[in-house]
DNA sequence: GACTATACGGAATTCAGATTCCGTTTGCGT
DNA sequence: ACGCAAACGGAATCTGAATTCCGTATAGTC
């Protein structure tokens, strides 16, 4: 086949201007609902990026478009980060950074957890289009195997769990000193760990002893 | 002191409909808030109470109190049970059945859910007057004390996994069939239990074993 | 049965934001 | 430089509720 037309591109290659447009309002999204969640306003969003709604408007027919395009990029480089997370040795502790890493990820973004937290459904179909449930399925089986992992936890339950997980992350909003995600994290992963296997050597954080 | 009037009573006592009507209104809100969450529309609820939206308001100031007053009611049953599962000889037993409990309590409420889970400042305040904080930090030291559950938790972080907990039963609301709060309590029920001491003998929602 | 303070109903008002529209500006191929 | 399709800006429009207002109905009282 001939490199020059193989595929029927319909896409007529945006104007430089308008590209980098693009990247501006998604970063002004992604601040904006990681600041304010779904409410945030367009019109502050298109200000931050330096364009007028018009513009946003051109690019994302939406306001739900433009945080689905965000959550999208979002798993795919959780997608990513899990098929590393599936080349090391150890399938437990991958596990257990993997889920640190994308609830700390999550922890600063009240957007992302808000879709994930309570619209499920948006998150699902990125989910699937990135391939991370197979990838965590994969995860899973190898820490299930290896004996570190409870058995009769299944593929679905993950999504469950990063679905509680987003809520205590995102809720904290300022409110609440002690919403704490690391804490309910650990406690979380404990409960997942295998009946009598060891706890892990040095969990990164660790849960502060009472008084 | 004479029993006539001890108290500086200003509630006139309402008129006999108006007494009524109070009531039909929390419970359309009720049904309103559980179904659609916040979002569900005044005019609604004022039609399910068989009222005027006018009505509605003249027993809430807005939506917001409407909402608060059955968080409140909520709060108030909670700690009733939560203070009979004080009474109970075996205290872990007693904290899983009342997480359970209130879990189930919550699993068909989406408007309570979603305050739990994403305006945990309006339920601190309910909780607060309620006194379930005291009653709840009383059942985890007791059944700490009794060896059951992990030492370092601490009563901060009830409302931190109720909050999980919540935005799971919460967000059924129809799509993801897997996504099963009783799989993922079952599981932070674990995570709670102090290392080493036994599993129950017979959880009552047990996880089903893959394949 | 008449009187009046309470309550009620629901149309009208407000408001906050999302979305649309269209005249203007700009990148880029010639 | 020129021309024009591709982009832009942002005021104007639309929408979907929440909340207000005020004339009417009713419970409770004499």
């Known amino acids: 086949m001939s490199a020059?037309?193989?595929e029927p591109d319909p896409i007529p290659a945006l104007r430089a201007d308008a590209r980098r447009n693009h990247e501006a309002?998604?970063?002004?999204?992604?601040d904006g609902f990681a600041e304010h969640g779904f409410d945030c306003q367009m019109e502050d969003i298109a200000r931050t990026a330096g364009v007028g709604v018009g513009t946003v408007y051109r690019h994302f027919p939406n306001k739900e478009a433009l945080?689905?395009?965000l959550v999208a990029d979002r798993f795919e480089r959780l997608a990513e980060e899990t098929a590393k997370a599936l080349e090391k040795d150890d399938p437990w502790e991958a596990f257990c950074e993997l889920m640190r890493w994308s609830a700390e990820y999550q922890a600063d973004d009240r957007g992302l957890s808000e879709v994930l937290g309570s619209r499920p459904m948006v998150g699902e179909a990125a989910a699937a289009k990135s391939g991370l449930v197979e990838l965590s399925g994969k995860l899973m089986r190898k820490a299930q195997r290896a004996g570190q992992m409870r058995k009769d936890l299944l593929v679905e339950d993950i999504p469950t769990m990063i679905c509680g997980l987003s809520a205590v992350t995102g809720s904290a909003e300022g409110s609440m000193p002690a919403m704490n995600w690391e804490r309910f994290l650990e406690v979380m992963l404990d409960g997942m760990r295998a009946p009598g296997s060891a706890k892990l050597p040095a969990p990164r954080a660790r849960l502060n002893q009472p008084r």
Chains 1, 2 share one sequence.
């Not at 309002?25 to 992604?30: D, F, L, N, S, W």
């Open 67 to 69: 945080l689905d395009a």
């Open 4 to 6: 020059t037309k193989t």
């Open 25 to 30: 309002i998604k970063e002004a999204a992604r």
